[in-house]
């Protein structure tokens, strides 16, 4: 069973740039087929969806976060990355990673999620 | 952007009830592009159905959905303990990907 997890630092100072891994195990984020998500989660409310990147590299991003947001795939690693420039506390969330199959589009496979908060 | 309204933000019910979950979407959802998800507290979204009707891998069938125009239903049958959650509906048939609010189901 293809699982993910997140990781990254905890914590960001405002103004700088937060980055985050989604690591995939059992499986080849190589073997197409699938859109690798990110979405975020504020303290208490609802879900936002940040983006997606396909194994190709090419990527689709919220129109509300893309001048910010750059998603990457490492192939050779088995992961894909997320980088949000110029964090404000209003990008404090738990961030998760999740597998989309082409077919159903629907999000099958999340990961744990992992909290970062913006603060000096 | 399509948006998604739940309804009730809070239902509070019994183990045993039968409850009906809703979603109204703001426009057409493209090829009937909704699923419903599950979280509880501390834990990632669990996909529970998609394509408006299709259950999940491993979600009991006391889980259902449906669909009528732009609003769309999670009913669960027969309330268990191990259900009482948040439950959230999203749209991805159009750009950008959107979740409603989500509504809350707690014990009586």
């Known amino acids: 069973q293809v699982q993910l997890q997140e990781s990254g630092p905890g914590l960001v100072k405002p103004s700088q740039t937060l980055s985050l891994t989604c690591t995939v195990s059992s499986g080849s984020i190589s073997s197409g087929g699938y859109f690798w998500h990110w979405i975020r989660q504020h303290p208490g409310k609802g879900l936002e969806w940040i983006g997606y990147i396909y194994y190709s590299g090419s990527t689709y991003y919220n129109p509300s976060l893309k001048s910010r947001v750059t998603m990457s795939v490492e192939k050779s690693e088995n992961h894909f990355s997320l980088k949000l420039t110029s964090v404000t506390a209003a990008d404090t969330a738990v961030y998760y990673c999740a597998r989309a199959t082409t077919a159903t589009r629907a999000f099958h496979i999340w990961g744990q999620g992992t909290m970062v908060t913006v603060s000096s | ?108």
């Open chain 2, 1 to 108: 952007d399509i948006v998604l309204t739940q309804s009730p933000g809070t239902l509070s019910l019994s183990p045993g009830e039968r409850v009906t979950l809703s979603c109204g979407a703001s426009q057409s959802v493209s090829s009937s592009y909704l699923a419903w998800y599950q979280q509880k507290p501390g834990q990632a979204p669990r996909l529970l159905i998609f394509g408006a009707s299709n259950r999940a891998t491993g979600v009991p069938d006391r889980f259902s959905g449906s669909e009528s125009g732009t609003d769309f239903t999670l009913t669960i049958s027969r309330l268990e303990p191990e259900d009482f959650a948040v439950y959230y509906c999203q749209q991805y048939g159009s750009s950008p990907v959107t979740f409603g609010q989500g509504t809350k189901l707690e014990i009586k």
